[in-house]
């Protein structure tokens, strides 16, 4: 980073972004770093988005001497800026930055392609106060090292010694299964109630099955493997966590392969609902992060070099200059992550050991730390790091008072993750569930994937890829959990300030539980405006569907329907529901009719809920519904936005214009 730091502060022509504004300076500025780091003002002439005024301030002077500085420079070639946000929240731009085949060389430099000049990715940090560090830490060469066991210890002895909200709450706990190291070469399954000697702390193991046929629990080997197991059976991501347990002085891990019958439904249902429980009272869960299937191995891309920042100076105060996109490369959009069990298991842990791609991790409720900062990363305004890591974890008490901004920001980030058994998807989730309703003492106002107590501004949200309702009934329309398959959902933030037009009436859940043991889903009455609209087909183009408001048809529209099919757009319905047997219905005849919304024969409506206030675009919020022929319920479909009322009427003005109606959702 050494040289980083001196092509920096050498170059005269570069762009600099910065919280996804970009900023730019001509020939004859100053230089990016000269005796302190400068960050340009965001004063952008008219008609030139690429150049700012010339006008700066020291950076770190606006994070405070302890701050953090993220910066992104490269010599100013191209017209286009380089993607910061791309860079930071897109997995395939950050992984085609970092290939060989794009030129890029990993000598503390980041270096692109000519043609797009070059760039650099750092963190600033003040230098750790000297009193807290007992020892230099050098880092290790390998996995094997016993340094890396040493400091992982360090910082699990420093947890349970200091961290009140990292506790575990019930120490005795113990899984149904759990696998005994006996030495570095023999293992053997134990049945915990049946061996009171079984009372040792454990372990956690996250990793990635993959398509490996690696060896399972089944019934039929189940008295093979509590007789003894042989470490070398096991692949590569098995035996690096066992070795590095046995390090650390753990003789007891849980490995869900290996303590899941797999080919028994009864056993792994139970196991299921038990995961939150697994994961909360253990020791630590060890991630296997990097690997993306059991053959990996961890530190693929470790150069014991870069683990060493560059000090500088700066007006008097050390510094130490970090590659940035560490975090991203090793935690973020490491493969682990990708796994939605996953999703779970990390965020219920209290503390988490991760092996990176090129480093080791520590991560709990209350630190993040790392080889390159062994006692811990900076917690100050703008410090990317522990602000994307404090959110990877339940905090002990909700930290913020909005909880459906809390609970969007799970949804979203769950739906991400993938699955390989689409019948996983709420069990998977369900710890989160659980955590977070326990928590904010509304675990029994959980249904469907949304809590009743954010109804109905929860309604509002939609899918930003393709997405289809499941054949079978696996939820409510009105919640993200009747979607299949992979997709994305985008919940809206601070819905519950925005004034609401609709309010419901009555919930009422069906009786049927699924495998998370939650209700499947439920009907809601709700009672609002509603108002008659007509779908437009665009039969030369379908980017061009939409819908038009009947009493008023030059009312601009922004719509989002919730299902596509081979890239065009579907909707579907429950067909013939027997209200009177609803649960009944559900359970033994439910079937879901899909059509493409110019073959429907019955009625679209729109439900205002929310005003988004003085917002100059569309500011209304609502859903689009529709209601089949000979039915008496409706249905959501898709998400919709007006720019304004009919006949440019006032929020005010709604009632004495319109009557409010209660309608059944399904």
Not at 354 to 373: F, K, T
Request: charged residues 20%.
């Amino acid at each position: 980073w050494a040289r980083a730091y001196k092509v920096i502060t050498n170059t005269k022509s570069y762009t600099v972004v910065r919280d996804g504004i970009t900023y730019a300076n001509c020939d004859d500025a100053p230089p990016l770093v000269d005796d302190a780091l400068w960050m340009r003002q965001p004063a952008v002439p008219p008609g030139n988005r690429h150049w700012s005024a010339t006008k700066h301030r020291a950076s770190f002077q606006i994070w405070g001497t302890d701050g953090i500085l993220c910066n992104m420079a490269f010599p100013h070639k191209d017209d286009i800026p380089f993607p910061y946000g791309t860079l930071l929240h897109n997995k395939a731009q950050t992984s085609s930055l970092l290939t060989p085949e794009r030129n890029i060389i990993r000598d503390g430099l980041l270096v692109g392609t000519p043609a797009r000049g070059y760039c650099w990715t750092f963190q600033l940090w003040k230098e750790p106060d000297p009193s807290c560090i007992v020892q230099p830490y050098v880092p290790a060469g390998s996995i094997d090292d016993p340094a890396l066991a040493e400091l992982a210890s360090a910082w699990l002895k420093t947890c349970c010694d200091t961290h009140e909200d990292c506790q575990i709450l019930d120490p005795a706990y113990r899984p149904t299964r759990l696998i005994h190291i006996l030495d570095t070469n023999h293992l053997r399954l134990v049945l915990t109630a049946a061996e009171p000697s079984s009372s040792g702390p454990y372990v956690a193991f996250s990793h990635c099955w993959g398509k490996v046929d690696a060896m399972k629990l089944l019934c039929g080997n189940l008295a093979q493997l509590c007789a003894k197991l042989d470490l070398q059976q096991l692949p590569n991501t098995y035996q690096e966590a066992i070795h590095l347990c046995l390090q650390m002085g753990f003789h007891y891990i849980w490995i869900d392969s290996l303590c899941i019958i797999q080919d028994c439904d009864e056993d792994w249902a139970q196991e299921a609902k038990d995961m939150k429980f697994v994961y909360e009272h253990a020791a630590f869960n060890l991630c296997s992060a990097t690997a993306s299937d059991s053959t990996g191995k961890s530190f693929t891309a470790r150069d014991p070099k870069l683990l060493r920042p560059e000090s500088i100076t700066i007006q008097g105060e050390n510094f130490q200059l970090v590659h940035e996109n560490l975090f991203n490369e090793d935690i973020i959009y490491c493969p682990l992550r990708s796994r939605a069990w996953v999703y779970q298991e990390w965020y219920l842990s209290k503390r988490s050991l991760i092996l990176g791609s090129h480093q080791l991790w520590w991560h709990c409720r209350q630190q993040l730390a790392c080889e390159i900062r062994p006692t811990g990363v900076p917690k100050v305004p703008g410090g990317r790091w522990w602000e994307e890591a404090r959110t990877l974890k339940e905090a002990t008490a909700p930290t913020h008072s909005d909880d459906l901004n809390e609970w969007n920001g799970r949804v979203e980030g769950y739906t991400r993750t993938n699955l390989t058994r689409e019948t996983d998807r709420l069990v998977a989730f369900s710890g989160i569930v659980q955590s977070f309703g326990h928590s904010r003492g509304i675990i029994h106002e959980y249904m469907a994937g949304l809590w009743r107590c954010h109804l109905p501004a929860a309604l509002c949200w939609r899918p930003i890829t393709h997405a289809q309702r499941s054949a079978v009934y696996a939820g409510p329309s009105w919640s993200w959990t009747s979607l299949a398959g992979g997709f994305h959902v985008f919940m809206y933030s601070n819905l519950l300030r925005e004034p609401c037009y609709a309010s419901v009436e009555r919930i009422s859940p069906l009786c049927n539980k699924g495998m998370d043991g939650f209700s499947v889903g439920g009907v809601i009455n709700i009672s609002g405006y509603l108002f008659e609209i007509n779908y437009v087909y665009g039969s030369d183009n379908p980017t061009e569907d939409s819908f038009w408001v009947a009493e008023d048809p030059h009312l601009e529209v922004q719509l989002f329907l919730d299902e596509h099919a081979e890239d065009d757009e579907i909707m579907s319905h429950l067909s013939e529901p027997d209200l009177g047997d609803f649960d009944h219905w559900v359970r033994n005849k439910a079937v879901r009719k899909a059509m493409h919304p110019k073959d429907a024969r019955g009625q679209f409506f729109f439900l205002l809920l929310l005003d988004r206030g003085g917002i100059p675009y569309f500011r209304f919020r609502g859903l689009v519904l529709y209601q089949p022929l000979e039915q008496q319920t409706f249905y959501r479909v898709g998400y919709m936005n007006w720019r304004r009322l009919p006949q440019e009427i006032s929020p005010d003005q709604l009632s004495a214009q319109y009557s409010r109606r209660t309608i059944l959702i399904l």
